[in-house]
DNA sequence: CAGCGAAATGACAGCGGTGTCATTTTTAGT
DNA sequence: ACTAAAAATGACACCGCTGTCATTTCGCTG
C-alpha cells in the first residue's frame, strides 16, 4: 500500500540554527540563546524575546541538544542496560526507571545485553556517547561482563547485580532474606517434607543466595532435609522437575521454586497429571511475583521483590554519583511475601 | 553500607581527546581521527596507526561521538517511544526492536510516553537530540499525540497505530483480519451463541476493528446474533464481565475477548464461579497471546500478533526513511491463530 | 640521482551551541 | 542634564570531531 505522500526526510532541509533564528530575528545569535536557556531567559528584555521567539516559530528551531552536550560536558543521556531474557520483572524496573528519568529531564540510552553478545561493546557506546551515567538492570549479566563494567570511566549503578568486590553502587534485592522468610512461612504453615527447584546457570550471575537462604530458614527451624531439583527457569522444565519430585517414594508435600515459571509448571503438573488438590496436598511457592501467580488459577504465594523501592533507590544512586564524588553505597531491599492460596496452613 | 571506594566521577578528569592522543603520540589529530574511522584506516600507515593506538590506550581514549554527530548532521540515534501502559507484547515488539537497531549500529533513546504525559514534550525531547528517526510503538496513544507526531520533521514509523491519514509509513496488525479469522474458527468449531468483550476507550486508539472483524466473520457465516459486553483489559473486568454474561438467561456458549487478561478471568469466573467445564461448557478465546496462554490451566487460544514481523517491519520501514525520500508505506502483518484448548471442537 | 605521481600526513575551517568578556543601552542619583 | 552603575546585548573563542585542501613523504622510472 503504497501512497504519493512521502516521509519528511525528502524535504531534507537541515533543522534551523540559533544563528539562522538570529539572522531573522535582527539580534546576536548570543541573544537567541539566551532566550532558549532557562537560567538567563529572565534577563532579556521582553522585546527582544519576542523578536526571537517570532523568528523562532517561524523557522521551526529547535536547539540542539548534542551541539550543547558538546561544551557542556555532560550529556544528559543516562545509559540503561537490560539483559535479553528480561522477565516481566525487569520489565518492570526498566519502565519505573525510564519514567523517572523522563520526569528528571535526562534521557534514556536502551541497550540489550544479551549474554552472547559484548557488553564491552555496548559499553564502548554508551561511553563514546559521553552518558552521564549507567544503570544496569539484569536478570543475568555473566561475571566476565561485570569485569568489564568495572573499567567504567562514568558511575555505574547495579540493579539486582551482587558483587562481591563492590566497584559501584547499587541495589539488590535480598535473596537471602526473601528466601529465608518464605521457609519460616511454610514451615510454620505447616510444611513436613520440602523441595527446592533452582536455576543454576554457570554464565549467569548466581542466584544461590535463594538456595542458601531457604535452607538455613529451614534449618532454623530444626529442618536439616529439603529435596534439591533444578530447572532453567522456564515452564517446560519446571513440570519436568515437578514430575521428578513427584514420582520420588518421599515426595514433598512443599515444593519452593527459584522462579514462578517454573511453579506454574509444578501446579499444572501436581494437578492435572498426579492429581493433587493445591494446596491440600501440596504447597507451592515461588520466587518472584509474576502477573499470573495472581489469577485464580494458581493465587501463587510469592516472594514478591520491590520493583518501586529497587528503581527508586537505582535512580538516587545514580543521580548522587553524578552529582560528585559519593561512596559506595550497596543497598538492599527487602522483599515480601505474597501470600496467596497456594500454601496450606494447618499450624499455627 | 558504606564503603571507602569511591564512583569513577570523583575522578572528575575529562576524558582524553584526539587532540591529547595526537600529542602524546607526536602525530597530527587528523591522524587519530582517521586512524579511528573505519572508512580511512586502511589509508593510514601501519607505524603511524600503531603509535596512535598505543597513545590511545594509554590514555584511554575513546572517540566522542556527540561531536561526531555534530558536523556528521546525524546522530545514530532512533527514538523509541512506548507507551506507558507497555503490555507484554509491545514489551516483546520493544526487544526485538532494540535489539535489531543495536546490531545495526544504532542507539535506542527511549521514551515512555503516558497518556497523561505530554507528547508533545517528548517529541520536543527527541528532536533535541537530532534522532534520526522515531519508531511509536503503543498499545494506545491518544489521537491528539498523533497530531503532534505528524508534525515531527524526521521520519517517524508507527507501529500498530492505524491512522486514517497516513502521513508516515506504519506497519499495523490487522485486528479486522484477526478478528474475523477467529471468528471463522468459532463457528466452525460449532458455537452457537457468541459474545464479544471489547475494552474501548475514548482517550485510547480504538480496536473497534477487532469488533467489526469479529462481527463480520460471524455475520459471514450467518450469525447475526451477537452480545455485547466490555471491560478495560484487566482480569478484574474479565471476571466482572463474565458474570454478566453468564447470569443472562441467554448464557453464550462461546466468549471471545478483545485481549487475553481478560479472556483468564472469563475462564476463571466460568470454572469456579459458575463450575462451567471449558471448552465442553464454554468456549473462550482471545486476542494477543500473552504468557499465560499456553499454561496448562487455561491453554486459551489466541489470535497472536506476528511480534517479529512488526518489528522487522518497523526497522525496515524507518531505514528506508532515513535513506533517503520513499513513499509512506502502510504495511499491514496478518496475525495468526495460536489454536490451544480452550474452544471446543464439535463439528467440522 | 633528478623528477614525477601517488600516497600519507598535516593544517584549518566549520558543525551549533556555551561562556566570557567587551560594548552598548538603560536606569538611577545628584 | 550629566555621570556612574547596572542591565542588556553582541563578539568571539572554544567544545571534539569531520572534511577539504595543502603539504610532505615515498616509491619508481629513466
Redesign the pocket.
Known amino acids: 500500500m503504497k501512497n504519493e505522500k512521502r516521509h519528511p526526510s525528502s524535504a531534507a532541509t ?2 534551523a ?3 539562522d533564528v538570529a539572522k531573522r530575528a ?6 537567541v ?2 532566550v ?2 532557562e ?1 538567563w531567559n529572565s ?3 521582553p ?2 524575546r519576542e523578536k526571537v521567539l517570532a523568528a523562532a516559530r517561524e523557522l521551526g ?1 529547535c ?2 541538544a548534542i ?2 552536550s ?4 555532560h550529556s544528559g543521556i543516562i545509559g540503561v542496560i537490560i539483559s535479553e531474557d528480561f522477565n516481566e520483572f525487569y520489565y518492570d524496573v526498566m519502565r519505573r526507571i525510564t519514567n523517572s528519568l523522563q520526569e528528571l529531564g535526562m534521557r534514556v540510552m536502551l541497550f540489550n545485553a544479551a549474554p552472547y553478545r559484548d557488553v564491552k561493546q555496548v559499553l564502548r557506546s554508551l561511553l563514546e556517547y559521553r552518558v552521564d551515567g549507567i544503570i544496569v538492570t539484569a536478570a543475568a549479566i555473566s561475571t566476565v561482563a561485570e569485569a568489564t563494567l568495572q573499567e567504567s570511566p562514568v558511575p555505574l549503578v547495579l540493579v539486582n547485580i551482587y558483587s562481591r568486590t563492590p566497584f559501584c553502587s547499587s541495589v539488590i534485592c535480598d535473596n537471602y532474606s526473601g528466601s529465608q522468610n518464605m521457609a519460616d512461612y511454610l514451615v510454620r504453615s505447616g510444611g513436613q517434607r520440602f523441595a527446592y527447584i533452582s536455576a543454576e546457570n554457570s554464565k549467569y550471575y548466581d542466584i544461590s543466595d535463594r538456595r542458601e537462604g531457604f535452607l538455613n530458614g529451614l534449618r532454623r527451624h530444626g529442618v536439616y532435609d529439603c529435596i534439591l531439583e533444578s530447572g532453567d527457569y522456564t515452564y517446560e522444565s519446571g513440570k519436568e522437575a515437578a514430575r521428578r519430585l513427584l514420582d520420588r517414594p518421599d515426595r514433598p508435600d512443599t515444593i519452593f521454586s527459584c522462579g514462578s515459571r517454573m511453579a506454574y509448571g509444578v501446579m499444572d503438573v501436581a494437578r492435572y497429571e498426579y492429581n493433587l488438590k493445591i494446596p491440600e496436598e501440596l504447597s507451592v511457592a515461588a520466587y518472584d511475583d509474576t502477573f499470573a501467580s495472581a489469577l485464580d488459577s494458581y493465587r501463587l504465594t510469592t516472594v514478591q521483590q520491590p520493583s518501586q523501592e529497587l528503581s527508586r533507590t537505582a535512580i538516587r544512586l545514580i543521580r548522587q554519583a553524578i552529582e560528585g564524588p559519593s561512596p559506595i553505597e550497596t543497598v538492599y531491599a527487602m522483599p515480601s511475601l505474597e501470600i496467596r492460596g497456594s500454601v496450606r496452613r494447618t499450624s499455627e
Request: glycine share 4%; net charge positive.
Open positions: 537541515r533543522p540554527t540559533s544563528r535582527g539580534v546576536s545569535q548570543s541573544s540563546c539566551r532558549f536557556d537560567r534577563k532579556v528584555s522585546a527582544l528551531y536547539s540542539n551541539a550543547r558538546l561544551t557542556a560536558q
